[in-house]
């Protein structure tokens, strides 16, 4: 099923659990479904902080109509959501990084105290 050349659309869930698609660098929510449920209407996800009235279908997870922005594609948004596992491990090191940084701060007031 190649039949739909650039329109690259990649479904995927926020990390509240919530439905987002991305195209071109957009991030779009989930809006309500219409009432035969046949098409998927989407928001642009800076409709609040760019005023943007961006919109996105979708009917059988294919794009069937984009409008306009008045934001910009923010194409880092979805390595940004692949990654999250990586992040989670870079993370968890870095907190014991952090425990060890605070320990030794620890000592050193502690051994300022002691010199009074
Ligand atoms: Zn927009």
């Given amino acids: ?17 919530k439905a987002i698609v991305f195209y071109e660098g957009w991030t779009f929510h989930f809006h309500i479904r219409n009432k035969d449920g046949s098409i998927t209407p ?9 005023m943007c009235k961006g919109t996105l279908q979708t009917k059988d ?38 425990s060890l940084i605070v320990g030794k701060e620890l000592e050193k007031t502690e051994k300022k105290l002691r010199g009074r």
């Fill in 1 to 17: 099923m190649e039949d739909d050349d650039d329109e690259d659309t990649v479904f995927s869930k926020s990390q509240q659990g």
């Fill in 61 to 98: 997870e294919k794009l069937l109509k984009h409008t306009d922005h008045v934001c910009d594609p923010h194409p880092f948004k979805i390595p940004k959501l692949k990654f999250l596992s990586d992040l989670k491990d870079v993370a968890n090191s870095s907190t014991e990084v952090t």
């Fill in 42 to 50: 989407w928001r642009c996800a800076d409709r609040f902080t760019s």
